[in-house]
């Protein structure tokens, strides 16, 4: 080939628009097929953003409700439309994401309906020494931000973000999975439906490196679900531009049951929790340890549930398959591994992994530091062990990297061991349910990342605080002038002494007093 003509065919291929296939994870058929939106793309998107950020901010809050009300009766009219979608991408069952669907308008309407009591100007006392100011504190969106999201939950998680920046006054750009493009497209363009030439919320698609140029691309934020490796990346790439993020990155999360527990509900609790959507949850459980008097009751009422709870793609199916295809070989080495290494298995176990179905799989007698106990597994699988009191079970509950989520079952002392367990969310005698309570804060500690997204925290995460003081009158003493005089720095200094200086007088502790009185 001539060197102009090799030339050309670079040209040509540069020039085709590369694209990606959706496909459904429980046939392998092809449901979508999405560009792989490149650097510059992106960047467009963001200044389009940008550009429109200043009108969405200056509509308030009121405004914003009227448009996110809306958009809101959209999404829930055409529920089984969207439903389909993450059916066909994901695999889970049509009413798992219709539930999940549902969650979501409802946080919609809550993140619209607060922003005004939470964000707005709130009045603060100035305090005695600048009492003649007015302080006032409000919270202004930060303009543009960045959401990459999970192929889980593809409504829920990432609009977990995406409603509350918005109803914050941010214009958004989104990435999906790769996984779930569909979703985030169909989300996009149902909220164009409402206001057609503004670009509140745009989604870029494509692999990795989409997500990759959306946190350099100059957004204000970003908002990032997924593994923890992949949010140390997005940290690494936003640390170039100083910009902000929010990581939430899964868990390994623990349910308690105490000896005084209702065990049916508990073992429901932790068949729901472990089993649904595949086990592909963040704040799915993973462990259980449950005290020893009611240990026997709780495991044969949990292998009961286990029994009678079945994967598949048609209408009767539990739960679908596992959407990630080589997460199948992680959930493989981790039952693996629990057998080889002394763990038993009462349901499920070996051959429970299959070529897109994983059984529901309890384990027991799993040493503490194997992978199963240790790593997110992202299956329907659950390890289960006895322990002699509640203090071990914390102990061990806490005994992890991850910080996310975690249940107690117990009559008489849930909130109290809810307290002592090191994650951002507790369920107490229910499972799940903190993320439903559109109120609560979301997100978690240690590799489970940091940040909040949900309730008034959600709000604030996506603005920045605005501090006003206005002078309302002469002050008796003004302070930050060069006119000041010798005679009022000494008033100055007498005033601080009569305000904090008896809190600062030291009392004299018991042992040096008892030396003393021994030294007399
Ligand atoms: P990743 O962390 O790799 O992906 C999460 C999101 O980040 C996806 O949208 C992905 O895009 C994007 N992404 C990937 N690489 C980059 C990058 N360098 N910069 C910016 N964005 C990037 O998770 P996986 O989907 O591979 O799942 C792996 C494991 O992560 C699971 O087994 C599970 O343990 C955990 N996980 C936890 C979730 C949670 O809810 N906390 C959700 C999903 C996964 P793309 O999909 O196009 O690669």
């Given at each position: 080939?001539?060197?102009?003509?090799?030339?050309?065919?670079?040209?040509?291929?540069?020039?085709?628009?590369?694209?990606?296939?959706?496909?459904?994870?429980?046939?392998?058929?092809?449901?979508?097929?999405?560009?792989?939106?490149?650097?510059?793309?992106?960047?467009?998107?963001?200044?389009?953003?940008?550009?429109?950020?200043?009108?969405?901010?200056?509509?308030?809050?009121?405004?914003?409700?009227?448009?996110?009300?809306?958009?809101?009766?959209?999404?829930?009219?055409?529920?089984?439309?969207?439903?389909?979608?993450?059916?066909?991408?994901?695999?889970?069952?049509?009413?798992?994401?219709?539930?999940?669907?549902?969650?979501?308008?409802?946080?919609?309407?809550?993140?619209?309906?607060?922003?005004?009591?939470?964000?707005?100007?709130?009045?603060?006392?100035?305090?005695?020494?600048?009492?003649?100011?007015?302080?006032?504190?409000?919270?202004?969106?930060?303009?543009?931000?960045?959401?990459?999201?999970?192929?889980?939950?593809?409504?829920?998680?990432?609009?977990?973000?995406?409603?509350?920046?918005?109803?914050?006054?941010?214009?958004?750009?989104?990435?999906?999975?790769?996984?779930?493009?569909?979703?985030?497209?169909?989300?996009?363009?149902?909220?164009?439906?409402?206001?057609?030439?503004?670009?509140?919320?745009?989604?870029?698609?494509?692999?990795?490196?989409?997500?990759?140029?959306?946190?350099?691309?100059?957004?204000?934020?970003?908002?990032?679900?997924?593994?923890?490796?992949?949010?140390?990346?997005?940290?690494?790439?936003?640390?170039?531009?100083?910009?902000?993020?929010?990581?939430?990155?899964?868990?390994?999360?623990?349910?308690?049951?105490?000896?005084?527990?209702?065990?049916?509900?508990?073992?429901?609790?932790?068949?729901?929790?472990?089993?649904?959507?595949?086990?592909?949850?963040?704040?799915?459980?993973?462990?259980?340890?449950?005290?020893?008097?009611?240990?026997?009751?709780?495991?044969?009422?949990?292998?009961?549930?286990?029994?009678?709870?079945?994967?598949?793609?048609?209408?009767?199916?539990?739960?679908?398959?596992?959407?990630?295809?080589?997460?199948?070989?992680?959930?493989?080495?981790?039952?693996?591994?629990?057998?080889?290494?002394?763990?038993?298995?009462?349901?499920?176990?070996?051959?429970?992994?299959?070529?897109?179905?994983?059984?529901?799989?309890?384990?027991?007698?799993?040493?503490?530091?194997?992978?199963?106990?240790?790593?997110?597994?992202?299956?329907?699988?659950?390890?289960?062990?006895?322990?002699?009191?509640?203090?071990?079970?914390?102990?061990?509950?806490?005994?992890?990297?991850y910080g996310l989520?975690?249940?107690?079952?117990?009559?008489?002392?849930?909130?109290?061991?809810?307290?002592?367990?090191r994650c951002g969310?507790?369920?107490?005698?229910?499972?799940?349910?903190?993320?439903?309570?559109?109120?609560?804060?979301?997100g978690g500690v240690g590799d489970s990342g940091f940040?909040?997204?949900?309730?008034?925290?959600?709000?604030?995460?996506?603005?920045?605080?605005?501090?006003?003081?206005?002078?309302?009158?002469?002050?008796?003493?003004?302070?930050?002038?060069?006119?000041?005089?010798?005679?009022?720095?000494?008033?100055?200094?007498?005033?601080?002494?009569?305000?904090?200086?008896?809190?600062?007088?030291?009392?004299?502790?018991?042992?040096?007093?008892?030396?003393?009185?021994?030294?007399?």
């Amino acid at each position: 080939m001539s060197t102009a003509m090799a030339d050309t065919a670079t040209d040509a291929a540069e020039q085709e628009p590369r694209t990606f296939e959706s496909l459904n994870p429980a046939t392998g058929d092809v449901v979508g097929v999405h560009a792989i939106d490149d650097e510059a793309t992106v960047r467009e998107a963001v200044r389009r953003a940008r550009a429109d950020a200043a009108w969405w901010d200056e509509l308030g809050f009121d405004g914003r409700r009227e448009i996110l009300g809306k958009w809101r009766g959209v999404i829930a009219r055409r529920m089984g439309e969207l439903a389909a979608v993450v059916h066909d991408e994901t695999g889970k069952p049509h009413a798992d994401a219709q539930l999940e669907i549902g969650l979501t308008v409802d946080h919609l309407a809550w993140a619209a309906g607060h922003a005004r009591k939470v964000l707005g100007p709130t009045k603060s006392f100035a305090g005695l020494l600048m009492a003649n100011q007015s302080a006032v504190v409000e919270h202004r969106p930060l303009g543009v931000i960045g959401v990459i999201g999970p192929w889980n939950y593809p409504v829920f998680t990432p609009m977990g973000s995406i409603a509350y920046a918005l109803a914050a006054g941010n214009c958004v750009v989104f990435k999906p999975s790769e996984l779930t493009p569909g979703v985030g497209e169909w989300l996009a363009a149902s909220l164009r439906e409402v206001v057609p030439d503004r670009a509140l919320l745009q989604v870029v698609t494509g692999l990795g490196e989409t997500g990759a140029a959306l946190c350099t691309a100059g957004v204000d934020k970003l908002a990032f679900t997924g593994s923890t490796e992949t949010g140390k990346k997005v940290m690494a790439a936003c640390a170039q531009t100083l910009t902000p993020v929010i990581v939430e990155a899964g868990g390994k999360d623990a349910l308690l049951v105490d000896e005084d527990a209702d065990v049916a509900s508990a073992a429901d609790a932790a068949a729901w929790g472990a089993f649904s959507n595949a086990g592909q949850t963040c704040i799915g459980v993973e462990r259980v340890y449950v005290h020893e008097r009611v240990y026997d009751s709780f495991v044969d009422a949990l292998v009961a549930r286990a029994q009678n709870v079945h994967p598949g793609g048609g209408p009767g199916a539990h739960y679908g398959p596992a959407t990630l295809p080589k997460q199948l070989d992680l959930i493989r080495g981790h039952i693996d591994d629990a057998l080889a290494s002394g763990g038993r298995a009462l349901v499920g176990g070996e051959g429970a992994v299959g070529d897109r179905f994983v059984q529901p799989t309890v384990l027991v007698d799993v040493p503490e530091d194997r992978p199963a106990n240790t790593d997110e597994t992202f299956g329907p699988t659950i390890t289960v062990k006895k322990v002699a009191s509640m203090d071990e079970a914390v102990r061990l509950a806490n005994a992890t990297r991850y910080g996310l989520g975690s249940t107690v079952f117990s009559k008489a002392h849930g909130t109290e061991i809810a307290r002592r367990l090191r994650c951002g969310m507790t369920a107490v005698n229910d499972v799940i349910s903190f993320a439903a309570i559109p109120s609560l804060p979301f997100g978690g500690v240690g590799d489970s990342g940091f940040g909040r997204i949900h309730g008034p925290d959600g709000l604030r995460e996506f603005t920045y605080a605005k501090a006003i003081a206005s002078r309302r009158m002469k002050p008796v003493m003004l302070l930050t002038t060069f006119d000041r005089t010798a005679k009022q720095d000494s008033t100055f200094a007498q005033l601080i002494t009569v305000m904090h200086g008896r809190a600062t007088t030291m009392q004299r502790p018991a042992a040096v007093v008892s030396r003393l009185r021994r030294s007399r």
